[in-house]
């Protein structure tokens, strides 16, 4: 059996073979037509390479899975490497892969070229849907190879593990999972940009444990995050996301409330009680002028040292300022001194984040927001806080009504599909709009609907998203 690439042959030794790789390098290499400058083969190596002899002596029907293939350079006929199946593929139809390449013969490409044809080889056969693959942690250059063959580090121990999945998106590989609980909030915001239309109340908390489930089963996500809306609304949900985070291993596991979701103090208590027991790694408060405006503190407060009381240590205030931290104006000075109040509790500040201007934003915060230039406006995709490009995605957000959505696209609804699904079915490059902004940004996009002889009114936009926004949606 032979493989062919641009620059190589891959060959599948046979049992023979195998056999003269180790008493009889001459005639092997007579009968692979190859040169090997490597000498005499021993030690560790020469163990291995018998006792897969000896397996495949056992079991000769699955010899392709036990035996080495040969990468071998056409130009001068050398063999600079091998590959090959680590053994037969398991129930879960999943097949480890390994391969060496010869020093003098690295930094050419010769092993991103023999994986990359090795693993279409193995897509082929029915008993595989997924290859995996061990690096060491130091090991850079074989972690680049398998990054270039779209390979996913789904887990780091010792040594890295990764993962390709037959159909695997080399568009996505989420290592974040970020779910709007619900849109419905105990407070009125000037700043928020949220949309407060929806069709659902929260979000299905059997569907998004699914979600959860599915993903870590082939993604390596480090960090669900739950937020609103106020989730705290639907603190059971909050829970039992969180719950099934935990039994995931997800590293962080994040929670932003404005602490308002009732005055009654056992309540307040009693959900305090059980995030604690649902194993949030973290929890923002939301505390500054714009929440307290139309949310009473003495609830949050209550909150607050409940969460404390149960030993929780990562809670923080997480403050929204006007322009940046350091900028002096009525909101600012509000918000440091609710900030001080928390702090004398014992819950200290995040950074917090500097306000977006879209939504209300602009509509109450106006006077305080910069007018951007024309070049600003045309910044590339991926340029502003909290985004990233259409081609290369690793966060998924999830809202109540089970839309994922990326910016103003929508990638599907795990209410309708399953999370796979909608993740193998993505191509940006299939809409029109998406391909213009990774090709070209905001401008390339702005441009063509100039072109189509549709004026767009960029005076009222704050930041290219605003814009992108804009013509998106009509």
């Known amino acids: 059996m032979e493989l062919e690439t641009e620059r190589l042959f891959i060959k599948l030794l046979t049992l023979s073979q195998l056999k003269l790789w180790i008493n009889d390098i001459s005639m092997l290499e007579i009968e ?6 490597k000498g005499p083969i021993d030690g560790f190596f020469l163990n291995i390479i018998n006792n897969q002899i000896k397996i495949i002596e056992n079991d000769p029907e699955n010899y392709v899975y036990h035996s080495f293939w040969f990468i071998i350079r056409k130009a001068d006929k ?3 490497g091998t590959i090959d199946y680590k053994n037969i593929p398991n129930e879960r139809k999943e097949v480890e892969i390994g391969y060496g390449l010869e020093k003098q013969f690295e930094h050419n490409g010769y092993m991103t070229e023999a994986v990359g044809a090795f693993c279409k080889m193995a897509f082929m056969d029915k008993k595989i849907e997924t290859i995996i693959a061990e690096t060491e942690a130091e090991n850079t250059a074989s972690s680049k190879v398998l990054d270039r063959c779209g390979f996913k580090k789904y887990k780091e121990e010792k040594t890295h593990w990764w993962r390709l999945n037959k159909d695997m998106n080399k568009y996505i590989n989420v290592n974040r999972i970020e779910f709007v609980v619900t849109n419905k909030c105990s407070g009125k915001c000037k700043h928020c940009s949220a949309k407060l239309s929806s069709e659902k109340e929260s979000i299905n908390a059997k569907i998004a444990i699914k979600v959860i489930n599915d993903l870590c089963k082939n993604y390596p996500i480090n960090s669900i995050m739950t937020f609103g809306g106020e989730p705290l609304l639907y603190a059971g949900t909050v829970c039992q996301i969180h719950k099934t985070a935990y ?4 590293k962080n596991r994040e929670l932003i409330t404005n602490g308002y979701f009732s005055k009654n103090i056992d309540k307040i208590k009693d959900t305090a009680k059980k995030l604690y027991e649902s194993n949030i790694t973290k929890i923002l408060l939301s505390i500054d002028a714009f929440h307290q405006e139309s949310i009473p503190l003495e609830p949050v407060i209550q909150f607050g040292k409940a969460l404390l009381e149960y030993g929780f240590n990562e809670l923080k205030t997480h403050p929204a300022w006007v322009v940046n931290k350091e900028h002096d104006n009525i ?4 918000t440091r001194e609710l900030l001080n109040t928390f702090f004398e509790i014992g819950i200290e500040p995040s950074n917090g984040n500097n306000i977006i201007p879209e939504g209300n934003a602009v509509k109450y915060l106006r006077e305080y927001f910069k007018k ?3 070049e600003e406006l045309f ?3 991926g340029s502003m806080p909290y985004t990233e490009t259409l081609n290369k995605i690793n966060t998924i957000n999830i809202n109540q009504n089970g839309n994922i959505e990326k910016c103003s696209f929508l990638l599907g609804n795990v209410y309708e599909e399953n999370i796979l699904e909608i993740i193998k079915n993505y191509d940006p490059f299939k809409n029109l709009y998406s391909k213009m902004l990774i090709e070209g940004g905001v401008k390339k996009l702005h441009d063509f609907i100039l072109n189509q002889g549709i004026e767009i009114d960029i005076e009222e936009c704050y930041s290219p998203c605003m814009l992108c926004k804009k013509i998106i949606q009509g």
């Open 32 to 37: 692979l037509n190859c040169k090997c400058d």
């Open 78 to 80: 050398r063999a600079v």
């Open 247 to 250: 039994e995931n291993n997800v």
């Open 331 to 334: 909101y600012n000075r509000k």
């Open 372 to 374: 951007p230039t024309t």
């Open 379 to 381: 910044l590339p995709c």
